[in-house]
């Protein structure tokens, strides 16, 4: 599943060359890939035609300002978003979504497991707005509370490191309204949006706590390291353009594989030395997570 730091790559890389260029035509391949629409020609109508205004994110979702005011939304959930020169580059299987530009190129949303979604919202009436997530609005700047109330289907979407300034006095407030442990905290996209086993393990190792510590249990001093970890390795991760393992080849849309893997340190480690005490890395498995952490550095 793709991170926030992956998704915000994605969205970086795009920017740079969709703003500005007009949307001729879209296709698609399996329909409820464009749910909330009725319809593949209603997701069509909404977006060809209109040109890009700007690359925005919020969570995993990347979003794109259109020159009516509308934003088309794109979620690769577990699949890949890749940009091609022209049509005539052969497209990957599970190819579900087309979207080619009035210059040459394509952007193509690859998805495999069918967890990708694709629709465009519309801007809202003057005085309309969504109700947003309890957590977000703790939120006191940055460009994520806007996007929440300008699309509906994203209201309740949880904090976002980047795109939601939180200081770590609110963020004391979640932690201690939750009894539940601090990974299952981390990656409830309720709550925080865009981690998953991956940024929530390395924040947890960074901030020397416990996976399974309740969260509402921490000393203010552990959720200032908390809140410190939270911002750094997430900013930390976009800076080195996300993580590619072997058997998860991750890369942005134009086939560069990202570097953050090079710096983990503990995620998908088991058996191998802690960096810190040289303490061998376990791995615990449930239902909804693989958690990997350091016995002695996160006791």
């Not at 088991?270 to 006791?299: N, W």
Request: glycine share 8%.
């Amino acid at each position: 599943m793709n991170e926030l730091p992956e998704v915000e790559t994605m969205r970086s890389v795009l920017s740079r060359d969709l703003v500005g260029r007009q949307v001729k035509l879209a296709t698609i391949t399996v329909g409820k890939l464009v749910k909330p629409h009725k319809s593949a020609k209603e997701f069509r109508t909404a977006l060809e035609g209109h040109a890009i205004k700007e690359a925005q994110r919020l969570g995993r979702n990347l979003i794109f300002l259109l020159d009516n005011g509308h934003r088309l939304v794109l979620n690769p959930g577990s699949g890949q978003i890749l940009m091609a020169a022209t049509a005539k580059v052969t497209k990957p299987k599970f190819t579900q979504l087309v979207i080619s530009f009035d210059k040459v190129g394509e952007l193509r949303l690859v998805d495999p497991k069918g967890d990708a979604r694709a629709f465009v919202a519309k801007a809202p009436a003057e005085g309309e707005g969504e109700e947003i997530s309890k957590f977000a609005r703790l939120s006191v700047g940055g460009d994520g509370l806007a996007l929440r109330k300008t699309i509906s289907e994203l209201a309740d979407v949880g904090i976002d490191a980047i795109e939601d300034q939180i200081g770590w006095d609110r963020f004391a407030a979640v932690m201690r309204s939750r009894t539940t442990p601090l990974v299952e905290v981390l990656t409830d996209e309720r709550i925080f949006t865009g981690l998953g086993d991956i940024y929530a393990d390395e924040i947890l190792f960074s901030a020397g706590l416990h996976p399974n510590r309740s969260a509402e249990g921490l000393t203010t001093i552990e959720i200032r390291r908390l809140h410190r970890s939270f911002l750094e390795i997430v900013a930390d991760a976009i800076k080195h353009e996300g993580t590619a393992f072997e058997d998860a080849p991750w890369t942005d849309p134009y086939g560069k594989s990202g570097s953050y893997q090079k710096f983990i340190q503990v995620y998908k480690r088991e058996g191998l030395p802690c960096s810190q005490c040289r303490a061998p890395i376990t791995r615990v498995s449930t239902k909804t997570h693989d958690t990997y952490f350091c016995e002695k550095c996160q006791a």
